[in-house]
């Protein structure tokens, strides 16, 4: 009994040393690029864009494979945001992709809602709860406003209801450390 809780000890030893080991040797990096580019988008993960959400969007972004004025959500701050970090000339926001709006968080009629979960299943950050055959509702700081849960209700329970302009939703510009100058504006919470 005691040999094999020391062999399966020594295992588990080899294995944890293996296994760290190849975590470091074999790293694999993410892209910079990438990164600083996606966190200056929304997070909507609307597909307004084309893309499946805000990362596709910034890889393709990041290998010129996207223009950046297909985001609706964030509009001409995130434009310029990342016009500034990849030095590219700041382009009006592509009309095809929809037109810049206020921010806004979903809000479901209670009393109308016949829970079917179809705005459950729409919704890209789970910020909806409900069950089957029960009423639903909408976490409001959790809501990105993409309204993809708008188009699958059949009862037209879901409403976008703008979020008011206080101190807690002001956006100012974040500067930049590495580079002194601006790269968002990010919003308070």
Known sequence: MLSAVIAISALALTFGLLLGYSAIRFRVEGDPVVDRIDALLPQTQCGQCGFAGCRPYAQAIAQGEAEINRCPPG????????????GRDVVPLDAERGEEKPK???????????????CIQACPVDAILGAA?????????????????????????????????????????????????????????
Not at 76 to 86: H, V
Not at 144 to 164: F, K, Y
């Open 75 to 86: 509009g001409e701050t995130t434009i310029i945001g990342l016009a500034d970090l990849l």
């Open 104 to 118: 806004a968080v979903a809000v479901i009629d209670e009393q109308v809602c016949i829970g079917c979960t179809l």
């Open 133 to 189: 055959k029960s009423m639903h509702t909408v976490i409001a700081s959790e809501c990105t406003g993409c309204e993809l849960c708008l188009p699958p209700c059949p009862v037209d329970c879901i409403h976008m209801t703008p979020v008011e302009q206080d101190i807690a939703h002001w956006k100012w510009p974040f500067p930049d450390a590495a580079s002194g100058g601006v790269i968002a504006a990010r919003e308070v919470h």
